[in-house]
T-cell receptor, first 111, second 112 residues
């Protein structure tokens, strides 16, 4: 079955460390997205990509970076510049104005 | 700027009850509206997608309606079951790759 795979499910980051969250899709969708979810808040867009080798900042891009070298893959790096990275991170994809498909999420905790 | 509101934030009902979840949006110029379910610690699962030209969509015990003129969508759950307990989110798509706005969700608890 087609879908989005996020890994790892849980990730722990030490102060000053960069960590990378993986997102892979086999839906043949052009667009991919990274969202951050905090308790009591709606999903906030970090980055999105419409096509390979192109991506755009969302509302809260500071302290994050992405790449889109393959259509299927859209990894997110949380850098040491992100001062409050503890959150639930969700990857999504879609095609045109059709609905979104989400992955199962990665919970990142600073230790 | 589009704003999406879901009220109430939490709802508790006895098993078997029919219920309605509400989603309000401020900009009626939307392409579609999508309802999701989120279980604790999990990703979002798509339930129903209503295109702007449609008035409602049905899947099993779920029925979602869309009234663009009033800026409202409702999700109707018939004969609720404990397994329906989850957070339900709606998302309004105003067009474009970064123009989807999510509500903060309604946390539903169905009591056996």
């Amino acid at each position: 079955d087609g879908g989005i795979t996020q890994s790892p499910k849980y990730l722990f980051r030490k102060e000053g460390q960069n960590v990378t969250l993986s997102c892979e899709q086999n839906l043949n969708h052009d667009a991919m997205y990274w969202y951050r979810q905090d308790p009591g808040q709606g999903l906030r867009l970090i980055y999105y990509s419409q096509i390979v080798n192109d991506f755009q900042k969302g509302d809260i891009a500071e302290g994050y970076s992405v790449s889109r070298e393959k259509k299927e893959s859209f990894p997110l790096t949380v850098t040491s510049a992100q001062k409050n990275p503890t959150a639930f991170y969700l990857c999504a994809s879609n095609r045109g104005d059709y609905g979104y498909t989400f992955g199962s999420g990665t919970r990142l905790t600073v230790v | 700027k589009q704003e999406v509101t879901q009220i109430p934030a939490a709802l508790s009902v006895p098993e078997g009850e029919n219920l309605v979840l509400n989603c309000s949006f401020t900009d009626s110029a939307i392409y579609n509206l999508q309802w999701f379910r989120q279980d604790p610690g999990k990703g979002l699962t798509s339930l129903l997608l209503i295109q702007s030209s449609q008035r409602e969509q049905t899947s099993g015990r779920l029925n979602a309606s869309l009234d663009k003129s009033s800026g409202r969508s409702t999700l109707y759950i018939a004969a609720s079951q404990p397994g329906d307990s989850a957070t339900y989110l709606c998302a309004a798509n105003s067009g474009g790759y970064q123009k989807v706005t999510f509500g903060t969700g309604t946390k539903l608890q169905v009591i056996p």
